[in-house]
């Protein structure tokens, strides 16, 4: 999936009614295939973007056309369709449901697609082989311990063949060599066409990906594609 984000703004406000301003201007675009690492330091609006992006919060102004689709101005119930359909999530927290066994969990998108998905459903068992969680189908998260809740969350974004995965910190709970196994599937994902978001602090992480972009006080500050002379 493609990512064309014009001059993107929004703004919160805090407890006592005070503007937070979040995004400041965000400029950026992301081909279809390229593993995109997104940092800075915290509050700078990583997650704010990935939001924004992922149709899961509106901007206050500006445009966000995901492959050509001015999808920020789409009516909820379409936006919720479209996030079901094309994107995957992984959240900074897993929100996964405690009283749904591993299994379900990853099989939740499926029961919320009303319409048939873009690319056919992945097999939940392949998907948990596939990041290190294979026989723990029938266990349920309050028996997992953090790193591999993450990655129960890493399956579960994937489980619709999903085109767009945006990632805020999916690797922050595991342990080097997991972070590995997590990071060589998105690398393998992004070579087969998919479209791959991803926030870290850890510099090491960031440089698996293909592209890095640094962000602070809401906008996008440097972009390694800029140096190579393609388009931001
Ligand atoms: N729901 C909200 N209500 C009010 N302010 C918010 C809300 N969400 C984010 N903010 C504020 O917007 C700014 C950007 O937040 P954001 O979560 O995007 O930062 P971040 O870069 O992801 O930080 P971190 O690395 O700590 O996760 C921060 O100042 C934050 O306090
Ligand atoms: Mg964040």
Same mark, same amino acid.
């Given at each position: 999936m493609q990512i064309e984000a014009h001059d993107l703004y929004k703004t919160y406000r805090d407890s !006592?009614?005070?503007? =937070?301003?979040?995004?400041?201007?965000?400029? =950026?675009?992301?081909?279809?295939?390229?593993?995109?690492?997104? @940092?800075?330091p915290s509050g700078c609006g990583k997650s704010t973007l990935l939001n924004v992006l992922g149709c899961l919060d509106r901007p206050d102004r500006g445009s966000c056309r995901l492959d050509g689709e001015e999808v920020a101005a789409w009516p909820e119930t379409r936006r919720a369709a479209f996030r079901n359909r094309r994107l995957g999530f992984v959240f900074q927290s897993f929100h996964l449901l405690p009283f749904l066994s591993v299994k379900d969990n990853v099989e939740l998108p499926l029961?919320?697609?009303?319409? !048939?998905?873009?690319?056919?459903?992945?097999? =939940? @068992?392949?998907?948990? *082989?596939? =990041?290190?969680?294979?026989? *723990?189908?029938? !266990?349920?998260?309050?028996?997992?311990?953090?790193?591999?809740q993450q990655r129960v969350a890493v399956a579960r974004a994937l489980v619709l063949g999903a085109d767009l995965l945006?990632?805020?910190?999916? *690797?922050?709970?595991?342990?080097?060599? *997991?972070?590995?196994?997590?990071?060589?599937?998105?690398a393998d994902l992004a070579r087969r066409g998919r479209t791959i978001l991803l926030v870290t602090h850890d510099p090491a992480v960031a440089g698996r990906a293909s592209r890095q972009l640094r962000m602070a006080g809401g906008k996008i500050v440097h972009d390694t594609a800029d140096q190579l002379g393609a388009p931001a």
């Open positions: !006592r009614g005070q503007p =937070v301003q979040a995004l400041c201007g965000v400029d =950026v675009h992301v081909g279809a295939g390229e593993f995109v690492a997104v @940092s800075g029961l919320y697609a009303h319409e !048939r998905p873009a690319a056919p459903p992945l097999n =939940v @068992s392949d998907l948990l *082989t596939a =990041v290190g969680l294979a026989g *723990t189908e029938e !266990r349920y998260p309050t028996e997992l311990s953090g790193g591999q945006l990632a805020d910190e999916p *690797t922050g709970n595991l342990d080097p060599a *997991t972070a590995q196994t997590i990071l060589d599937l998105f």
